[in-house]
Nanobody
Framework: QVQLVESGGGLVQAGGSLRLSCAAS????????MGWFRQAPGKEREFVAA????????HYADSVKGRFTISRDNVNNTMYLQMNSLKPEDTAVYYC?????????????????WGQGTQVTVSS
């Protein structure tokens, strides 16, 4: 089992930065691939980024590539999403996710564990 708790969301102006954190608990954290999804009002849940359990592979949505960086600290059981050059269209609830597998996937149904979400609002 893996429990996930996000933090770090908030209100920021366009062009600004935020760093999201995801604290994980559970014995299988270090063997879990993890990622971030987001959902804006009236829109479907959208893949943002993912990272392998061994930290050697990452994958990003085209919409955030070059602006967001995903990382994880398997010693402290924490995953991060550094978000730079934020745009109003990045406004959404951001969810931390995990799956007990080594592979990186972009389909939300393949992630068995979800956090409660943290709101990110980017003003223009």
């Amino acid at each position: 089992q893996v429990q996930l708790v996000e933090s770090g969301g908030g209100l920021v102006q366009a062009g600004g930065s935020l760093r999201l954190s995801c604290a994980a608990s559970g014995r299988t954290f270090s063997r879990s691939s993890m990622g971030w999804f987001r959902q804006a009002p009236g829109k479907e849940r959208e893949f943002v980024a993912a990272i392998s359990w061994s930290v050697d592979r990452t994958h990003y949505a085209d919409s955030v590539k070059g602006r967001f960086t995903i990382s994880r600290d398997n010693v402290n059981n924490t995953m991060y999403l550094q978000m730079n050059s934020l745009k109003p269209e990045d406004t959404a609830v951001y969810y931390c996710v995990a799956r007990l597998s080594t592979g990186i996937v972009v389909t939300p149904q393949l992630y068995g564990y979800w956090g409660q979400g943290t709101q990110v609002t980017v003003s223009s």
